[in-house]
């Protein structure tokens, strides 16, 4: 299994670039498979701990939390900011993570918590020159990857 401590260690930089722009805003989007397998979009907060763990949450009985408990594969995608109209070269880009969700124990109040566990991780931004996107993709078989 590979964790965030583990992209860490193989790849600061991008971790640290992939981290920020999940900390632009509060909120981020999570996408989960219902039952008869179509996408479930939910917004949801994430805490990259300090013990080297991507953690989400959810409050007791969240449908999204019962979806992960059913089928783990979650995708997420960083809060997106829009590009400075007078100059969108300076878009800082976006962030995805794709990986699988583990329950942890369930808090007093029953409230859901999973460790997400990588198998994708991707930013895309502007490239140099700008007239074209610069995406980054990190797996744990294959490592870093930039495409432009």
Do not use: C
Not at 60 to 89: I, W
Request: zero cysteines; charged letters at 30%.
């Amino acid at each position: 299994m590979t964790w965030w401590s583990n992209l860490v260690a193989a790849e600061p930089e991008f971790a640290a670039r992939v981290r920020a722009r999940f900390a632009v805003r509060k909120h981020g989007t999570m996408a989960t498979l219902r039952r008869d397998g179509s996408p479930r979009i939910s917004g949801t907060e994430f805490d990259f701990g300090d013990d080297g763990q991507l953690r989400l949450g959810s409050m007791a009985g969240a449908v999204k939390a019962l979806d992960l408990r059913r089928d783990p594969r979650v995708a997420l995608h960083s809060p997106t900011e829009d590009a400075p109209p007078d100059d969108p070269s300076t878009w800082d880009g976006d962030a995805k993570i794709a990986g699988r969700a583990h329950e942890e124990q369930p808090a007093e109040d029953g409230s859901h918590s999973f460790r997400i566990e990588l198998t994708e991780v991707v930013l895309t931004r502007v490239g140099d020159p700008p007239d074209h996107l610069l995406i980054e993709s990190w797996h744990p078989t294959r490592g870093l990857h930039r495409r432009a």
